[in-house]
């Protein structure tokens, strides 16, 4: 990579900004002042510095949330309070771009949702074709019958030209259930609840395809994924 595009991505400044950098001997590569804008350097090699800090390259990063409720899903909202927001002090201190969340959250739902900059990534996660699964925690207003429990999990009709996929339901409580379902049609929880005459009263995400999201992380708290999570993660999706 040509080390001014490298010092562009890693938000040093734009070209020409870099460029002036470069002039006035503020960027080293291997302990040696670079000048030339075209130097050639291998990112996960070479090791260079700006005004003497070490610049780390990372072509994606990957950020598991436990998102809380009144947040939403969106790279910006000109009402709500979004994801990112809660990342915002993350990514400016480590130089962190383009991050957006990997599908969607309803605004008062709460738990997994992974945020990261791969876009191939986020699009084998979210392809139909792919059917990966999605574990959800549901607090419901009323028992569910046994018919609405073979319901759901054959499919129902939630208003779309065809019935959902079948699903699968684990009874916790009267009014506790974990649902898993492999599709992601806006508001499709509390509409495949509906559609067997009950409401959601709360809803959480515990995980998407092997990723599951680690209690220990408090509502509105985040980390990185381990590296061993997001391999596991790729795999259990395969490519294209």
Same mark, same amino acid.
């Given at each position: 990579?040509?080390?001014?595009?490298?010092?562009?991505?890693?938000?040093?400044?734009?070209?020409?900004?870099?460029?002036?950098?470069?002039?006035?001997?503020?960027?080293?590569?291997?302990?040696?002042?670079?000048?030339?804008?075209?130097?050639?350097?291998?990112?996960?090699?070479?090791?260079?510095?700006?005004? +003497?800090?070490?610049?780390?390259?990372?072509?994606?990063?990957?950020?598991?949330?436990?998102?809380?409720?009144?947040?939403?899903?969106?790279?910006?909202?000109?009402?709500?309070?979004?994801?990112?927001?809660?990342? &915002?002090?993350?990514?400016?201190?480590?130089?962190?771009?383009?991050?957006?969340?990997? +599908?969607?959250?309803?605004?008062?739902?709460?738990?997994?949702?992974?945020?990261?900059?791969?876009?191939?990534?986020?699009?084998?996660?979210? /392809?139909? &074709? !792919?059917?990966?699964?999605?574990?959800?925690?549901?607090?419901?207003? !009323?028992?569910? /019958?046994?018919? =609405?429990?073979?319901?759901?999990?054959?499919?129902?009709?939630? +208003?779309? =030209?065809?019935?959902?996929?079948?699903?699968?339901?684990?009874?916790?409580?009267?009014?506790?259930?974990?649902?898993?379902?492999?599709?992601?049609?806006?508001?499709?929880? !509390?509409?495949?609840?509906?559609?067997?005459?009950?409401?959601?009263?709360?809803?959480?995400?515990?995980?998407?395809?092997?990723?599951?999201?680690?209690?220990?992380?408090?509502?509105?708290?985040?980390? &990185?994924?381990?590296?061993?999570?997001?391999?596991?993660?790729?795999?259990?999706?395969? &490519?294209?």
């Amino acid at each position: 990579m040509r080390l001014d595009k490298f010092l562009c991505e890693m938000n040093i400044g734009t070209r020409s900004q870099v460029k002036a950098l470069l002039k006035q001997g503020l960027v080293s590569v291997n302990g040696q002042t670079a000048v030339k804008p075209d130097l050639q350097i291998n990112t996960t090699v070479d090791q260079v510095t700006y005004r +003497g800090e070490v610049l780390f390259y990372e072509e994606f990063v990957y950020y598991m949330l436990n998102k809380p409720a009144g947040v939403v899903s969106a790279t910006e909202d000109n009402h709500d309070r979004t994801v990112i927001d809660l990342l &915002r002090e993350e990514l400016v201190t480590n130089l962190v771009n383009d991050i957006f969340p990997v +599908g969607r959250l309803d605004k008062d739902t709460e738990g997994l949702l992974l945020l990261t900059n791969d876009g191939d990534l986020a699009h084998r996660l979210l /392809s139909p &074709r !792919k059917h990966v699964e999605k574990t959800y925690y549901v607090q419901i207003e !009323k028992e569910l /019958s046994p018919e =609405d429990l073979q319901a759901l999990e054959a499919g129902v009709d939630i +208003g779309e =030209d065809q019935y959902t996929l079948p699903a699968r339901v684990s009874v916790l409580s009267e009014r506790e259930i974990r649902l898993t379902i492999t599709e992601g049609k806006f508001h499709q929880v !509390k509409r495949m609840l509906r559609a067997v005459d009950n409401q959601v009263l709360y809803l959480k995400r515990l995980s998407m395809g092997t990723l599951v999201l680690d209690e220990t992380l408090e509502k509105g708290q985040f980390r &990185r994924l381990h590296a061993a999570e997001l391999q596991k993660l790729k795999e259990g999706i395969g &490519r294209c």
